[in-house]
């Protein structure tokens, strides 16, 4: 199934879609991500991504194992492409946290951007840094550096959104 196909069924569908992405994974997009992260308070990661085969269409999506599935939502039904949980839900507030989730990503982006330019790293070492923690790794080395490093992030993100 491709994404088009995946965004279909998710809209075209009065419950929440758990697409199977491999074996043991299920993704959920947009209105399913937005039924179980806000209206359900799963905390699951939400990824913010623009399509381009689908005219730079924005998806939001998330995802879990297989077996979270069966244990958080146990009437969820399985299907061809995953499981469905029927119901009906509120979306009613499912335009402003769509908004809400786009901004954040692109306010991140820019920020991720930012300090790569002052630091001469991708936007993706940045990102690890600003959630790395000292002794995290084993080779003290590496810990110095990533120590002084991420400090060097850390201060320089004074100014920018408490989110962030």
Not at 56 to 72: A, D, F, M, R, W
Not at 139 to 154: G, R, S, V, Y
Request: net charge positive; glycine share 4%; aromatic share 14%.
């Amino acid at each position: 199934m491709d994404t088009y196909q995946k965004i279909q069924l998710t809209k075209n569908t009065s419950g929440i879609c758990f697409i199977k992405d491999s074996g043991f994974f299920c993704r959920l997009y947009n209105q399913s991500a937005y039924i179980v992260t806000k209206l359900f308070n799963h905390p699951l990661k939400l990824h913010v991504k623009t399509i381009k085969k689908l005219n730079n269409e924005i998806i939001i999506n998330c995802g879990l194992p297989v077996k979270s599935v069966l244990t958080y939502f146990p009437n969820a039904l399985e299907t061809e492409w995953g499981f469905v949980l029927n119901g009906k839900f509120d979306l009613t507030d499912y335009l402003i946290w769509r908004t809400h989730i786009i901004n954040n990503a692109k306010q991140m982006e820019y920020y991720y951007i930012d300090l790569a330019k002052h630091f001469h790293l991708t936007p993706k070492q940045i990102a690890f840094l600003l959630t790395w923690e000292q002794a995290s790794s084993h080779i003290k080395t590496d810990n110095d550096f990533l120590a002084e490093l991420a400090f060097n992030i850390k201060k320089f993100k004074v100014g920018y959104p408490k989110s962030i």
